[in-house]
């Protein structure tokens, strides 16, 4: 059998799996009109450093490093095509598509923090340059989500 993909939905009535091979085709024109989608994200990155000299040849380097990222996304989704509900007492005047109407929002933060500390040590001794260098790196990322989807069932 042989399904053709369209865009635009076809309504038979009464209801019969077998000649109702294109009822659940979505309008992507009322997909778009009957969604309010919002998004916002906010973020921001900086650092800050110090060097300090301990001694002539011994010179200490921290620096902290910050990326944040705040983000709240709402979508609304409402129901439109047919006003049977399909057949459901609870879903009459609904509509079709999306049924049931729903409402999903979800926030979040991601941040990342750098701490980077260096002691960097230099010396001439006669005609040889001896240097060493050590340091340590900390990276946390810590993250927190909030969501919350409605649904209209009634």
Do not use: C
Not at 68 to 75: M, S
Not at 96 to 104: A, E, I, S, V
Not at 112 to 125: A, D, P, Q, S
């Amino acid at each position: 059998m042989r399904y053709i993909i369209v865009d635009l939905p076809f309504f038979a009535k009464p209801w019969d799996n077998s000649k109702n091979l294109y009822e659940f085709g979505a309008n992507p024109v009322a997909l778009a009109f009957f969604t309010n989608d919002q998004r916002s994200n906010s973020k921001t990155f900086g650092n800050i450093y110090a060097e300090y000299a301990l001694l002539s040849a011994l010179k200490f380097k921290s620096n902290l490093g910050v990326d944040l990222n705040l983000r709240h996304n709402k979508a609304l989704n409402q129901n439109f095509g047919d006003d049977n509900g399909g057949g459901s007492g609870l879903d009459v005047g609904t509509g079709r598509q999306n049924r049931p109407t729903g409402l999903n929002e979800d926030r979040g933060q991601e941040t990342t923090v750098t701490w980077n500390n260096t002691l960097n040590y230099g010396k001439e001794f006669l005609k040889h340059d001896v240097s060493a260098l050590v340091g340590t790196v900390f990276k946390p990322s810590p993250g927190r989500q909030k969501d919350k989807n409605e649904d209209q069932h009634a």
